[in-house]
């Protein structure tokens, strides 16, 4: 195969990223459940815990589903299942209506997460170049946040065209992130038919438990597996849980600074999200294109547990500036790098450690893992929230500091792999 080829379809890889982050909904979901519907903070934790619920059930069947039965097939449905919620989120109106839709987005999310960072792994592998998995992968994650990014533009501008318009607007950014969904859907089906990697054209619910009872014996057996697992879980569930509240934070400082003449405090507020989201995905793009960089200057393993400690003192900084919109954007500018930085090396650890026929599987274990303990913090901070929301955060400043604090006395040189132990 050509290297023309080979830039083609690792452009592909970057153009599913680009698209699948087109959710224009996305930099106003608390927003749209908070002022649209008046939903409290619990509530809102309640539906994100409902959802990484979901995808606990359904990681370890989807990863055995695309190792087993074909990645493009998976990916296709995972489509369809996001597509619906859409749909469902967009009728909205009731708490059990946004539960339904939840149930379906985190099908798609459980279908979706693990498997095409495991066909990109076979391609580099099948086309010997695997050498490169940290700077391919980081460069189709920059892709991603570039979708990020065009997304919170466009949300911008529709609310600019559209100033007449009240919030309950934001109910239709669900129907306009559709059209690249089904984008994307036609772009997985155009991949090699060699990524599929089918094993079984039938279904065997015989087979299918074995292999589910097999991958999570697997992970649970291999050490370098199962502790790079928990130190992936750990953060990616601890950002998951925090990330959105940048929306009701921005929403409760009063708009001191009117971007707008002529709009609500409402629209402004929309507005600056708008723009702090396009800024956070602009440089998490540079961060990710750039993380192999962060590595060639010292080891990856210190890299990422560097990062529980700055995340620690950014938790601690916003805590004490919740009212001070500068601060508040920057501090969640730098989350955003960090995690950037970090999740690129991580995958490629994981990636490293496992066998090539069960990475699906792992990675699937991994998000699984991620939302359990999304599904026990989500309402717990949402609750926190509600009393204080200055609080939240000094608590999980502390929990970082004790993550920082344990991986730097307890496990400083558990995370090698055999074969690293042997250079």
């Keep these: ?238 950002f998951k849980s925090i990330k959105d509240y940048v929306q009701p934070i921005i929403l409760a400082i009063p708009v001191g600074y009117v971007l707008l003449a002529g709009y609500t405090d409402d629209q402004n507020s929309t507005i600056y999200l708008g723009i702090i989201y396009a800024i956070i995905y602009l440089i998490s793009s540079f961060s990710s294109k750039n993380a192999h960089k962060v590595v060639a200057k010292t080891d990856s393993r210190t890299v990422i547990n560097m990062t529980w400690l700055f995340s620690a003192i950014i938790m601690f900084v916003i805590a004490f500036f919740l009212h001070n919109i500068f601060v508040v954007f920057g501090v969640f500018i730098l989350f955003y790098v960090l995690l950037n930085i970090r999740r690129p090396l991580m995958v490629e650890l994981v990636g490293n450690a496992s066998d090539p026929g069960k990475r699906a599987s792992v990675l699937s274990v991994e998000s699984q893992m991620t939302s359990l303990l999304v599904v026990v913090f989500a309402p717990l901070l949402g609750f926190i929230a509600d009393q204080s929301m200055k609080w939240m955060f000094i608590l999980i400043s502390v929990i970082m500091v004790g993550f920082f604090v344990y991986n730097m006395f307890f496990t400083k040189h558990k995370f090698q792999t055999k074969a690293e132990k042997q250079e």
């Design 1 to 238: 195969m050509t290297d023309k080829h080979h830039k083609m379809q690792i452009f592909k890889f970057g153009m599913y990223g680009f698209l699948k982050n087109l959710r224009f909904f996305e930099p106003y979901m608390y927003i749209y459940f908070l002022s649209v519907y008046h939903l409290s903070l619990l509530e809102v934790g309640l539906l994100i815990s409902i959802r990484e619920a979901i995808i606990y059930i359904f990681e370890i069947p989807s990863g055995v589903i695309a190792d087993r039965y074909g990645k493009k097939l998976e990916l296709v449905v995972c489509f369809l299942f996001y597509i619906s919620s859409f749909v469902i989120f967009f009728i909205g109106g009731a708490f059990y209506v946004f539960i339904i839709a939840m149930v379906l987005f985190g099908l798609g999310e459980a279908f979706r997460s693990g498997t095409h960072k495991a066909m990109i792994m076979q391609y580099l592998d099948h086309n010997e170049i695997g050498s490169s998995k940290t700077k391919i992968y980081g460069s189709t994650r920059a892709m991603s946040q570039l979708g990020s990014m065009a997304m919170s533009l466009i949300a911008i501008a529709l609310i600019i065209i559209f100033k007449d318009l009240s919030l309950d607007y934001l109910r239709y950014l669900f129907l306009l992130s559709i059209l690249p969904y089904l984008i994307d859907l036609l772009l997985i089906v155009s991949y090699p038919n060699y990524l599929n990697q089918r094993q079984s054209s039938t279904f065997n619910l015989k087979e299918f438990l074995y292999e589910s009872y097999q991958s999570i014996k697997y992970v649970f057996k291999s050490k370098p597996v199962r502790r790079l697992l928990i130190e992936a879980s750990s953060y990616q569930a601890g």
